[in-house]
């Protein structure tokens, strides 16, 4: 779990992973954007979660709503939150 990997690094004086790959946290955001793409590609719904945050920030509202969805299919409690909110504000949804 996330958790353990920040006790092990905390007692261990590591540097900060990717509680996912547990590879160094990319420093660029274009770095990080291309790890998020590949935890996307392994299904994970936590990077489809913050992928559809990233998107909605930038007014993207259509991907956003595509991420939120793919991550809420998957069980992710937080993106089901994200679409109600999507759903009551009217943004990305008809």
Same mark, same amino acid.
């Given at each position: 779990?996330? @958790?353990?990997?920040?006790?092990?690094?905390? !007692?261990?004086?590591?540097?900060?992973?990717? =509680? *996912? /790959?547990?590879?160094?946290?990319?420093? #660029?955001?274009?770095? /990080?954007?291309?790890?998020?793409?590949?935890?996307? %590609?392994?299904?994970? =719904?936590?990077? &489809?979660?913050?992928?559809?945050?990233?998107?909605?920030?930038?007014?993207? @509202?259509?991907?956003? *709503?595509?991420?939120? #969805?793919?991550?809420?299919?998957?069980?992710?409690? %937080?993106?089901? @939150?994200?679409?109600?909110? &999507? @759903?009551? *504000?009217?943004?990305?949804? !008809?």
């Amino acid at each position: 779990c996330n @958790y353990a990997n920040q006790m092990r690094e905390e !007692e261990k004086k590591l540097q900060h992973s990717c =509680p *996912f /790959c547990r590879k160094p946290v990319s420093s #660029t955001e274009k770095q /990080c954007d291309k790890q998020i793409l590949k935890r996307i %590609a392994a299904n994970d =719904p936590v990077a &489809m979660r913050q992928k559809g945050i990233q998107q909605y920030r930038k007014g993207d @509202y259509r991907r956003a *709503f595509e991420y939120y #969805t793919r991550a809420a299919e998957l069980g992710d409690a %937080a993106a089901k @939150y994200g679409l109600g909110r &999507m @759903y009551e *504000f009217g943004k990305g949804v !008809e």
